[in-house]
């Protein structure tokens, strides 16, 4: 593993377990098994060992897979389900590190939280262009609200709240959060095939 790499992974878990500001260069250099400078020589100042945590961390295997699942399908509530998943996926390989970066505190992460929620905003539009395109989304649900209750839906606080709050398995959360988006975003309407 390469020296970058185990201070990355270092600093992951310190961020997630003890906060952003209660956590040292030198914590992250000795959890690292590296010296002190070597750290500043890689990164610089913790902001960016934190930017670097959190943009080497959404790269999640399996994703594209699944979108390409969806993408292959005619069946809007199949859509639904694979969304269900990925963001089942997504939220507990990631949910601890985007927790972390909304409980920081710290001005500058905040803003790299929000270009993180962004990101998955404009990357769940697809799914409501192809809801929209095929006929089935509820009337009287535009695409930009059917947008923003898929973005409020599949984002890291509900899956904190249920799963980690109110101890639902994961796959109890994936289950019921497919049957949802089916019921809050496609209109009744004859089930297509894959």
Do not use: C
């Not at 897979?65 to 990631?94: F, K, M, Q, Y």
């Amino acid at each position: 593993m390469s020296t970058r790499l185990r201070i990355v992974d270092a600093a992951r878990s310190l961020f997630v377990t003890r906060g952003y500001n209660a956590v040292t260069m030198d914590e992250i250099a000795r959890d690292a098994g590296v010296a002190y400078q070597t750290v500043y020589a890689v990164f610089g100042n913790k902001l960016s060992v934190a930017r670097e945590v959190i943009w080497t961390s959404f790269e999640v295997e399996g994703i594209n897979d699944l979108i390409g699942a969806a993408e292959a399908s005619t069946d809007p509530e199949v859509w639904l389900r694979l969304g269900a998943r990925i963001a089942r996926i997504i939220n507990e390989r990631l949910g601890d590190l985007l927790r972390f970066m909304q409980e920081s505190g710290d001005p500058e992460l905040l803003v790299e939280y929000q270009k993180v929620d962004d990101r998955r905003l404009e990357q769940e539009r697809s799914l409501i262009t192809m809801l929209e395109n095929s006929g089935r989304l509820k009337a009287g649900l535009s695409p930009s609200e059917a947008l923003a209750v898929l973005w409020a839906m599949t984002g890291s606080q509900l899956h904190h709240q249920l799963v980690s709050q109110r101890h639902w398995t994961a796959g109890r959360y994936e289950e019921w959060l497919g049957d949802s988006l089916i019921a809050l975003l496609l209109a009744l309407g004859s089930q297509t095939s894959n």
